[in-house]
């Protein structure tokens, strides 16, 4: 299962478009795709005294469980000042350093032009690294004008294509789901499912 992590609170936002345009390609493929939409399910601030041990049903342990349920992401946020979103970043905070590991990630940033996206990208990137994911090598840039005059542009179909084909291809078996504060450890990982050095750069 492929989870799409919106981090706009906006209901016609131009990050949620994209994202959909994402998720209408995965499901296309025959993948299973859930959004997991902040603004609606986590919307509350990151308790720093739930996070080496999140009480079962808080905030941090739904969310944990959510992403330890998924084989991927797509992760999709506004541009603020140069950056991703504060919801967004809330969320981020609740994970633990393993949370992404083994799951490729796509990203997506909306902003008022491409260079503030693809900076935003460029900071997401960083993050999901550090989560031991691994953020594909195409990330999408958007902007209001990729919708001028209000279907979605050559380009960001061209540009969403490469993004899904990439995070579909270096996908995992789908994950059935484990608490993340009970998941028992894992083996030697399987190098048939490792994407190229090239996207850990």
Known sequence: MILGILGSAARDSVSRRVLELAATRIRAAGTAYELLDLSVEFPERHRIEDYENPP??????????????????????????????GLLKNALDHLTGKALADRPVGLIAAGGGPRGAGTACDQMRSVVRALGGWAV????????????????????HERMDDLVAELLSFRPADRVPVSPAHEPGRGPRPHAHRPPA????
């Open 56 to 85: 079962p049903g808080s905030q941090t342990d739904r969310l944990r469980a959510r992403i330890a349920a998924s084989s991927g992401a797509v992760i999709a946020t506004p541009v603020y000042h140069g950056s991703y979103s």
């Open 137 to 156: 090598p195409t990330h999408v840039a958007s902007t209001g004008g990729d919708f001028t005059p209000g279907a979605p542009l050559e380009g960001l």
């Open 198 to 201: 090239l996207i850990l750069c």
